[in-house]
T-cell receptor, first 113, second 114 residues
Framework: NAGVTQTPKFRVLKTGQSMTLLCAQD?????MYWYRQDPGMGLRLIHY???????AKGEVPDGYNVSRLKKQNFLLGLESAAPSQTSVYFC????????????FGPGTRLTVT | AQSVTQLDSHVSVSEGTPVLLRCNYS??????LFWYVQHPNKGLQLLLK??????LVKGINGFEAEFKKSETSFHLTKPSAHMSDAAEYFC????????????FGGGTRVLVKP
């Protein structure tokens, strides 16, 4: 049982390039989340999903898109990366509406030059 | 709306002494509250949660927290600090609506001195 995994662990992009971050969970959780963490700050919610095929915007969604085609996977896309998107990205999942504890992945460190 | 204030941005303790991390919440009703820990360059780990059941909540690694409605507080304590407790700690309220969203603040960084 690996829990929540994230791919890749590190990435460097040039401004304007695109990429997709993959989050996978093997706990059969319904809810999944993408956050970003900037130095000295807590996490901010980018997008989330309450089930397969559904997505919703969080606190800072601009510049990002997401997809949840399979229950176990939640993809975060950057279509045209900007230096302001340099951050550490965390994925999390929780079991259901009533089992609310979120379990986090190890993070992806993204640098945009 | 729910929000929390972690009263200390940094806490320094000696190994073997008690740890107290203070968290006050602001809400018109009893919130769901969590304490998470983040070790350097790691993801977040759930320490404990309060969801309106028992007011004294025991978590992992010897941590516990007490929900005090009269003081609107949810302070995190540990009787004896260990070097491995050096990390950042987040007191996090949850909006139990669509998505069960967590709202993170700045956290408290704990330094443990030998």
């Amino acid at each position: 049982n690996a829990g929540v995994t994230q791919t890749p662990k590190f990435r460097v992009l040039k401004t304007g390039q695109s990429m997709t971050l993959l989050c996978a969970q093997d706990m059969n959780h319904e809810y999944m989340y993408w956050y970003r963490q900037d130095p000295g700050m807590g996490l901010r919610l980018i997008h989330y999903s309450v089930g397969e095929g559904t997505t919703a915007k969080g606190e800072v969604p601009d510049g990002y898109n997401v997809s949840r085609l399979k229950k176990q996977n939640f993809l975060l896309g950057l279509e045209s990366a900007a230096p302001s998107q340099t951050s550490v990205y965390f994925c999390a999942s929780s079991q259901s509406r009533n089992r609310v504890e979120q379990y986090f992945g190890p993070g992806t460190r993204l640098t945009v030059t | 709306a729910q929000s929390v204030t972690q009263l200390d941005s940094h806490v320094s303790v000696s190994e073997g002494t008690p740890v107290l991390l203070r968290c006050n919440y602001s809400s018109s009703y009893s919130p769901s509250l969590f304490w998470y820990v983040q070790h350097p360059n790691k993801g977040l780990q759930l320490l404990l949660k309060y969801t309106s059941a028992a007011t004294l909540v025991k978590g992992i690694n010897g941590f516990e927290a007490e929900f005090k409605k009269s003081e609107t507080s949810f302070h995190l304590t540990k009787p004896s600090a260990h070097m491995s407790d050096a990390a950042e700690y987040f007191c996090v309220p949850m909006i139990k609506a669509a998505g069960n969203k967590l709202t993170f603040g700045g956290g408290t960084r704990v330094l443990v001195k030998p």
